[in-house]
């Protein structure tokens, strides 16, 4: 059963300016994460945005307690601790699904949150 849909769309060219005038790499990103390219890390900002509308987008979430990996065939996929953990515990997901693009300047993710 879904328990949670969540979609974000993020302009590449804008993410990076805001990278570039404050610590928001710091604050999103855990140091694996911080590891690639704008486009990429734009996804992933895409994908953390779209499982906390997933999940209610609750106040109190903190966003390095979500990261973004890829399995060994490139499959993005959610490793959660803390906040976000609780959260999912609390909603009885037992599955995350994920999906990330870029085309056109664009990034984007939806997310599926399954009991």
């Known amino acids: 059963?879904?328990?949670g849909l969540g979609i974000d769309v993020t302009q590449v060219s804008r993410f990076t300016q805001a990278a570039a005038r404050d610590r928001l790499l710091e604050r999103i990103?855990?140091?694996a994460e911080r590891d690639s390219s704008m486009q990429r890390m734009a996804g992933r900002f895409a994908a953390k945005e779209a499982l906390a509308k997933a999940l209610g987008a609750?106040?109190?979430?903190v966003w390095t307690d979500?990261?973004?990996c890829k399995d060994e065939t490139g499959k993005p996929y959610f490793a959660c601790t803390g906040t976000v953990a609780l959260r999912i515990a609390?909603?009885?997901i037992?599955?995350?699904h994920l999906s990330i693009t870029h085309d056109a300047g664009i990034a984007a993710a939806v997310v599926v949150c399954e009991a």
Request: charged share 15%; no cysteine.
């Open 90 to 92: 609390e909603l009885g």
């Open 1 to 3: 059963m879904i328990v």
């Open 94 to 96: 037992g599955r995350l």
């Open 58 to 61: 609750p106040a109190g979430l």
């Open 29 to 31: 990103f855990t140091a």
């Open 66 to 68: 979500v990261e973004v």
